[in-house]
Each structure stands twice: as structure tokens, then as C-alpha cells.
Nanobody, 123 residues
């Protein structure tokens, strides 16, 4: 069983930066992918980024491309989301997710989820 624990959310002014961390516990799969999703009040959960743990290859939503960077540290079993140039519309609960196999942009493909961390960007 994989356990995911996010940290690093908080309140930041527009234009600022935050780094989210996700500790991946119990992973023993050689092929594993992590995803970042977010959900704002009254909105559906949306894809933000996904990254393969093996190669570190990542894919991003158009809304965050060039501002957010996903990375991983296999030795520490950690996944990160560096968020720069934050905008008020980035305000949401951010979730770390995991799945066996290749990356995916669909939240329904992910088997494991963290509890979420709140990110609030003030204007």
C-alpha cells in the first residue's frame, strides 16, 4: 500500500513562489508515476503535472507550463512541485497522486492520493 503525504502549502502573494513536497511511502514498483492535481472551491479536480519516477520526464497543464516544475528524488522517495509566478487563479487544494505504470493526465487513472494541501494566492 502506498501512502502519500503532502506538505508545503500556504499563503503567498501573487508573483510569489511555493514548493510542494510529497512523501511517497510504501512504493516498491519499478514503474511508477506521480501526479499533481488541484481543486478550487466549486470546481472539478484538474490536472496540474505528472512525472515518471524512473526518468523524471514530466508533462504539464497549459495553465501552469513555464511556471511550475515537477521533480523527484528517488533516493528520498519524494516528489516536488515548484510553483513560481503564482497567480490568484492558482488558489486551490493541491493533491499528490500516484499510479503504477506510465504517466497520465486523468485523475481517474491514479490509485493513490494524499490528503491535499491548501495553496492560497492573494492579489
Amino acid at each position: 500500500q502506498v501512502q502519500l503525504v503532502e506538505s508545503g502549502g500556504g499563503l503567498v502573494q501573487a508573483g510569489g513562489s511555493l514548493r510542494l513536497s510529497c512523501a511517497v511511502g510504501g512504493r516498491s514498483f519499478s514503474s511508477y508515476a506521480s501526479g499533481w492535481f488541484r481543486q478550487a472551491p466549486g470546481k472539478e479536480r484538474e490536472f496540474v503535472a505528472t512525472i515518471t519516477m524512473s526518468s523524471g520526464w514530466a508533462s504539464y497543464a497549459d495553465s501552469v507550463k513555464g511556471r511550475f516544475t515537477a521533480s523527484r528524488d528517488n533516493a528520498k522517495n519524494m516528489v516536488y512541485l515548484q510553483m513560481n509566478s503564482l497567480k490568484p487563479e492558482d488558489t486551490a487544494v493541491y493533491y499528490c497522486a500516484g499510479k503504477v505504470g506510465t504517466i497520465s493526465r486523468a485523475y481517474s487513472d491514479y490509485e493513490y492520493w494524499g490528503q491535499g494541501t491548501q495553496v492560497t494566492v492573494s492579489s
